[in-house]
């Protein structure tokens, strides 16, 4: 039957589901208002049942593996988000350890140039000390060996001299100097040639 028949059969049923409500009690007349729709109480149950039976199946063997799997399903977005929260945290650690690191080696490198040229320094104002200290020392053995040199010739020189006037002196007064005259003539040119 279709609804459209049972609207229209249930309206004259309806009219006699009143006049008998009249004359019985409440749950009569709501039974008698539901025959009157074409539902009677032994299919009523079945279908009860039935739609019990079903609810209990689908909730056992659908529903609630599909609420576990939605609640897993959250679990593991939430475990997700955790261990994204964390991944950031660690490397944004990280990377400020790096940072850390880089500005600690930049430092170090800072300092070790600044040790490097002070010790280059030093060591090329050491070595200009020394060479200033052996170039003094050279001027003054090369000034001391060329007054040593100028001593040894003037000596020769005025030996020489003195050779050559005490000869010159004996020629001139054409006699012979003893050792002794030879002598005072040497030592008097030596002091006249010194004076001068």
């Not at 059969?9 to 009249?22: L, R």
């Not at 964390?86 to 170090?108: C, F, G, M």
């Amino acid at each position: 039957m279709s609804t459209l028949s049972l609207f229209l059969n249930a309206e004259p049923a309806h009219a006699a589901a009143e006049a008998h409500a009249a004359s019985s009690n409440p749950v009569d007349s709501i039974i008698q208002l539901f025959g009157s729709f074409g539902v009677d109480g032994p299919h009523l149950l079945a279908q009860l049942i039935n739609f019990s039976i079903l609810a209990f199946v689908l909730y056992r063997f659908a529903i609630k593996p599909a609420l576990g799997q939605l609640e897993e399903r959250i679990r593991q977005a939430e475990q997700l988000q955790s261990d994204r929260a964390s991944a950031e945290q660690k490397l944004a650690d990280a990377r400020k350890h790096a940072e850390q690191l880089l500005t600690k080696a930049s430092d170090e490198a800072a300092k070790l140039l600044t040790d490097a040229r002070n010790s280059a320094k030093q060591t090329v104002e050491g070595a200009k000390a020394e060479a200033s200290a052996a170039q003094a020392e050279i001027a003054r053995k090369g000034a001391e060996a060329i007054e040593a040199d100028r001593r040894k010739m003037m000596n020769e020189v005025r030996g020489e001299v003195s050779r050559l006037v005490v000869e010159t002196a004996a020629k001139v007064l054409e006699q012979n100097l003893d050792d002794a005259q030879r002598a005072r003539l040497n030592e008097a040119a030596t002091k006249q040639l010194a004076s001068r």
